[in-house]
């Protein structure tokens, strides 16, 4: 296969089951390169492997963001909820997924990389996590393929810097100047939300 795949640990070092780190394998010569950047066949024994039901992809999405601006965290609850298999096609993000599964053992724990079209990585988040990102790059396209369709009633945000959660975003990699929409700047806290609305 022309894939590897990562395991994905907190800040802590806590393993945070569901999400994988996914490397293309390129292709490069002084003409440019060729990737494969899905292949059903490996999606499909990865999730085998680690014991998560396959779902198919339904909808793609494509973002342009300019550098400072953060999106998230965002998340669908059920019967709505995504999971997402995100990559940065221009430029550089750093993206974040913070497990929101209350009977997990990384229940609250984030984890977050860097994606960029240099180093090419893409992050499978399942469903029961919320995710969010913020442009590094003067500019940056982020797609990402999810499982279930968008829908407006069961959306849901998290403010991008609930203490309970505690995200390292790095905010002097841009001089400490972010961009939200009114929608995430006032979104509510994780201990806000009602138990239906979590996973």
């Not at 590897?4 to 440019?32: H, M, Q, T």
């Not at 997402?84 to 096609?89: F, G, P």
């Not at 229940?107 to 442009?135: D, E, V, Y």
């Not at 968008?150 to 972010?178: C, G, M, V, Y």
């Amino acid at each position: 296969m022309n894939f590897n795949s990562e395991l994905a640990y907190s800040k802590e070092g806590n393993l945070i089951e569901g999400l994988f780190i996914i490397s293309p394998k390129v292709f490069s010569d002084e003409r440019g390169f060729f990737l494969e950047s899905w292949n059903q066949r490996y999606w499909e024994n990865l999730l085998y492997e680690n014991k998560q039901v396959s779902k198919y992809f339904v909808q793609d999405n494509h973002s342009k963001s300019s550098k400072g601006v953060l999106r998230g965290l965002h998340f669908q609850k059920d019967p709505n909820s995504q999971g997402k298999l995100v990559r940065c096609i221009s430029g550089e993000i750093y993206d974040v997924a913070v497990d929101i599964r209350k009977k997990s053992k990384s229940f609250c724990n984030w984890f977050g990389i860097k994606l960029s079209a240099k180093n090419m990585k893409q992050l499978w988040i399942p469903r029961g996590f919320a995710h969010g990102f913020l442009t590094l790059s003067e500019e940056a396209q982020v797609i990402y393929k999810t499982t279930d369709f968008w829908n407006k009633e069961s959306e849901r945000s998290i403010i991008w810097n609930d203490k309970a959660i505690n995200i390292n975003w790095p905010l002097q990699l841009i001089d400490h100047k972010i961009e939200l929409s009114k929608k995430d700047e006032n979104a509510p806290k994780i201990n806000e939300f009602q138990a239906e609305d979590l996973f």
